[in-house]
């Protein structure tokens, strides 16, 4: 096959898949660069998008990844579940600072409809570079300290109707991130 020929092939099956994308669900509006009090930062071209506010004397920085895993979700009563049954996870990083310079890092899943602490820790302050002790895993600390914590994380915003909006943001980011990708590889294989 001839170069021109291989390009002009590609070409078209990439503006074929840019095509299905665009129609292949129905449009939807994007959601809003604001939640709550978060504002959002949805870094086009990134695998990553910030949210930001301000809660009292804190600074609170969410870093929050596209889809990066799944499972199967569950049954149905009765159900049959289906190979495409599956429950997204998004990875949340979530930095509370005070005035020292120290922040509270904790690590979160967030599910359709559930935000998961999976770990907490402090930094000593925001350039540290050495690994500081994570603690143990949240599931091993105290029920009522678990309780805690994720009141702490509630009045912060942090919560389930977080989880739905981030869901709901990487969907659409996931699609237009994806598209944005077809159309810089047939650009660059339209290219002359």
């Given at each position: 096959?001839?170069?021109?020929?291989?390009?002009?092939?590609?070409?078209?099956?990439?503006?074929?898949?840019?095509?299905?994308?665009?129609?292949?669900?129905?449009?939807?509006?994007?959601?809003?660069?604001?939640?709550?009090?978060?504002?959002?930062?949805?870094?086009?071209?990134?695998?990553?998008?910030?949210?930001k506010r301000q809660?009292?004397?804190?600074?609170?920085?969410?870093?929050?990844?596209?889809?990066?895993?799944?499972?199967?979700?569950?049954?149905?009563?009765?159900?049959?579940?289906?190979?495409?049954?599956?429950?997204?996870?998004?990875?949340?990083?979530?930095?509370?600072?005070?005035?020292?310079?120290?922040?509270?890092?904790?690590?979160?899943?967030?599910?359709?409809?559930?935000?998961?602490?999976?770990?907490?820790?402090?930094?000593?302050?925001?350039?540290?570079?050495?690994?500081?002790?994570?603690?143990?895993?949240?599931?091993?600390?105290?029920?009522?300290?678990q309780e805690s914590?994720?009141?702490?994380?509630?009045?912060?915003?942090?919560?389930?109707?977080?989880?739905?909006?981030?869901?709901?943001?990487?969907?659409?980011?996931?699609?237009?991130?994806?598209?944005?990708?077809?159309?810089?590889?047939?650009?660059?294989?339209?290219?002359?």
């Amino acid at each position: 096959m001839r170069k021109e020929a291989f390009e002009g092939h590609i070409s078209r099956l990439l503006r074929s898949e840019i095509q299905y994308e665009l129609q292949s669900s129905p449009s939807s509006n994007p959601p809003t660069n604001k939640f709550g009090s978060f504002l959002v930062d949805g870094r086009p071209g990134d695998r990553w998008i910030t949210l930001k506010r301000q809660f009292a004397d804190e600074n609170i920085k969410v870093e929050v990844t596209m889809f990066d895993g799944a499972v199967p979700a569950p049954k149905a009563s009765g159900g049959v579940a289906n190979a495409d049954d599956v429950q997204l996870h998004i990875t949340l990083i979530v930095n509370i600072s005070k005035g020292d310079g120290s922040v509270l890092e904790i690590m979160c899943s967030a599910w359709p409809d559930a935000i998961v602490i999976k770990r907490l820790f402090i930094r000593a302050n925001k350039k540290m570079t050495a690994e500081p002790y994570a603690g143990p895993d949240f599931e091993e600390l105290d029920d009522a300290l678990q309780e805690s914590l994720y009141d702490f994380l509630e009045a912060r915003g942090i919560n389930d109707d977080l989880a739905k909006y981030l869901h709901q943001y990487m969907k659409h980011k996931d699609k237009t991130e994806l598209i944005g990708w077809m159309e810089k590889v047939k650009s660059f294989i339209e290219r002359k």
